[in-house]
């Protein structure tokens, strides 16, 4: 339980990982770990306790004994404090919570939400507890039929899906948004990235308006749960399978 | 205390009010209640209940027993769900805290913040949980020797403070950030145009670049609980007092 004066309840002041868990063994916790240590940095956070953080994850794995566990670890910047200012110094609130991983999906169906990421603020290349435009993209992407949300910024570039990060191919290449599109620096997205160059495949890293993704052949979703999650239909139209992106899923 | 599973600690998925005790009666109680009821409708929640939002208000109230008191009133998504998803329906959680208020204070000395307020999502326009882009502004504005940021949008446009709406005064005249701009509905911006139009000021909610300040003749800042607050300084340009603000600060 947390207390109701908690900063991350009362103002996202805070932020969050969510990974996957085979057999108890959490994967790329370093690169997570490296990434919440990241984002205290960049939001003016204590140095994150990277013991006690893989200690409540390892706790929570095993209480669930799940074959596969989707775990978060959320951290917020505690108790007190005076409106938006921060008690000097934070007092960090650490928690871990692990739930069955949802089961592989079809391929995505995505439609283009009003609600746009905030590439303004340095909080948008971070896993924050401030996710409501996330919350509302999806909202807006049920209610259009679709199962997920496709975001971009206020200058209307692609920035990612609600809860994951976007990729498309052309003419055998490789394109995601930069990070200064209001992107989080996803830790599948780092992999995908690194696989499809020992692939040979060259990677864009790009600031792109949404008709860019009219001439994409293919597009595909990533985050820590999923993997590689092909993206079957943006804004009514169809895309097939890839073999590009088959082989990305397969190395990453 | 509040179960690790809420959806405002998770997401920032809810909104919050402040405002002003006075003798045990809450300020402008209804135009409160109107807007969290409103924001609850622009992000998908149920209907507020109203009775048990001012019942738990008049119990913080009467609990703290202070002459003056800051309320906050906070409503969240409630538990559950599946990541960004809600449950259907939710189920609110709503609860009340007050704490002295703070006493009045010196004039505002403002400084320019580089976090953005994201004028593309609709969430911008209320008091969300997720507030983290402005805990983020005020960090900034201290570290620069100010007490408050200046808060733009992603379109360089002047959108309001880290916690206080924004006004200024050229030639008589009274501006202010119009809401598309990024801006908070704020109860008492409300009650200053309103004073200002009854007592003959021309009004005018505007999009402006941040220059525009540079012709201002006086600035001064907004909320429930500051009530009207003069700016002594933006960026280190001083401001002295103005006559007409102190007039709509008796009004308002």
Same mark, same amino acid.
Not at 53 to 79: F, H, K, P, W, Y
Not at 87 to 102: D, E, H, K, S
Not at 179 to 188: N, T
């Given at each position: 339980?947390?207390? *109701?004066?908690?900063?991350?309840?009362?103002?996202?002041?805070?932020? *969050?990982?969510?990974?996957?868990?085979?057999?108890?063994?959490?994967?790329?916790?370093?690169?997570?770990?490296?990434?919440?240590?990241?984002?205290?940095?960049?939001?003016?956070?204590?140095?994150?306790?990277?013991? &006690?953080?893989?200690?409540?994850?390892?706790?929570?794995? @095993?209480?669930?004994?799940?074959?596969?566990?989707? $775990?978060? %670890?959320?951290?917020?910047?505690?108790?007190?404090?005076?409106?938006?200012?921060?008690? @000097?110094?934070?007092?960090?609130? %650490? *928690?871990?919570?692990?739930?069955?991983?949802?089961?592989?999906?079809?391929?995505?169906?995505?439609?283009?939400?009003?609600?746009?990421?905030?590439?303004?603020?340095?909080?948008?290349?971070? &896993?924050?507890?401030?996710? %409501?435009?996330?919350?509302?993209?999806?909202?807006?992407?049920?209610?259009?039929?679709?199962?997920?949300?496709?975001?971009?910024?206020?200058?209307?570039? $692609?920035?990612?899906?609600?809860?994951?990060?976007?990729?498309?191919?052309?003419?055998?290449?490789?394109?995601?948004?930069?990070?200064?599109?209001?992107?989080?620096?996803?830790?599948?997205?780092?992999?995908?990235?690194?696989?499809?160059?020992?692939?040979?495949?060259?990677?864009?890293?790009?600031?792109?308006?949404?008709?860019?993704?009219?001439?994409?052949?293919?597009?595909?979703?990533?985050?820590?749960?999923? #993997? /590689?999650?092909? /993206?079957?239909?943006?804004? #009514?139209?169809? *895309?097939?399978?890839?073999?590009? /992106?088959?082989?990305?899923?397969?190395?990453?």
């Amino acid at each position: 339980m947390i207390p *109701f004066d908690d900063r991350g309840l009362l103002l996202g002041d805070g932020l *969050f990982e969510t990974l996957l868990a085979v057999d108890g063994a959490p994967i790329d916790l370093v690169a997570h770990l490296d990434r919440m240590a990241a984002g205290c940095a960049a939001v003016g956070l204590p140095d994150l306790d990277r013991a &006690k953080a893989a200690g409540a994850i390892a706790r929570a794995v @095993q209480e669930l004994g799940a074959e596969r566990a989707a $775990v978060r %670890l959320t951290l917020t910047a505690g108790s007190g404090g005076r409106g938006l200012d921060r008690p @000097q110094p934070p007092v960090i609130r %650490l *928690f871990a919570t692990a739930a069955p991983a949802p089961a592989p999906t079809a391929p995505a169906r995505l439609a283009t939400a009003a609600a746009r990421r905030n590439e303004g603020s340095p909080a948008s290349r971070w &896993k924050t507890l401030a996710y %409501l435009d996330n919350v509302l993209a999806r909202r807006e992407a049920l209610a259009a039929g679709a199962d997920e949300a496709l975001m971009l910024n206020n200058r209307g570039e $692609v920035a990612c899906a609600g809860a994951a990060n976007l990729f498309w191919t052309t003419g055998g290449r490789l394109l995601t948004p930069a990070l200064d599109c209001g992107v989080l620096a996803g830790v599948m997205r780092g992999r995908v990235l690194s696989a499809a160059r020992a692939m040979g495949v060259e990677t864009i890293e790009v600031a792109a308006p949404r008709a860019v993704l009219d001439e994409a052949e293919a597009l595909f979703l990533t985050n820590s749960l999923i #993997g /590689v999650r092909p /993206v079957g239909e943006l804004d #009514g139209r169809a *895309f097939g399978p890839s073999p590009l /992106v088959e082989a990305l899923a397969r190395a990453a």
